[in-house]
Nanobody, 115 residues
Framework: QVQLVESGGGLVQPGGSLRLSCAAS????????MAWYRQAPGKQRELVAD???????NYVVAVRGRFKISRDNAKSTLYLQMNSLKPEDTAVYYC?????????WGQGTQVTVSS
């Protein structure tokens, strides 16, 4: 079982930027199709972006052109660079593998976009 620890969230004004990190335990990270998810208050968790072991990326329409997912296999770490943040990006952000079943979910990292 891989353990996932997210970090990097915070309070930011609209238009600002944040970089999220997700540290994964174990040695299989490089083989995993990884993803970032988010859950806004009162809503279901949703997929935001994913990245294959070969660094192919996909984004939901709402974040395309503003967010960038990347990975450092040597550090077993997943990243999400978030630019031009909007209030509707406010959520708890989680990382996990894209394929089912997911690993146990981490605690997530809170992102709040507000003036």
């Amino acid at each position: 079982q891989v353990q996932l620890v997210e970090s990097g969230g915070g309070l930011v004004q609209p238009g600002g930027s944040l970089r999220l990190s997700c540290a994964a335990s174990g040695s299989i990270f490089r083989f995993l199709h990884m993803a970032w998810y988010r859950q806004a208050p009162g809503k279901q968790r949703e997929l935001v972006a994913d990245i294959t072991p070969g660094d192919n990326t996909n984004y939901v329409v709402a974040v395309r052109g503003r967010f960038k997912i990347s990975r450092d296999n040597a550090k077993s770490t997943l990243y999400l660079q978030m630019n031009s943040l909007k209030p509707e990006d406010t959520a708890v952000y989680y990382c996990n593998k894209l394929t089912l079943p997911p690993f146990s979910w981490g605690q997530g990292t809170q992102v709040t976009v507000s003036s």
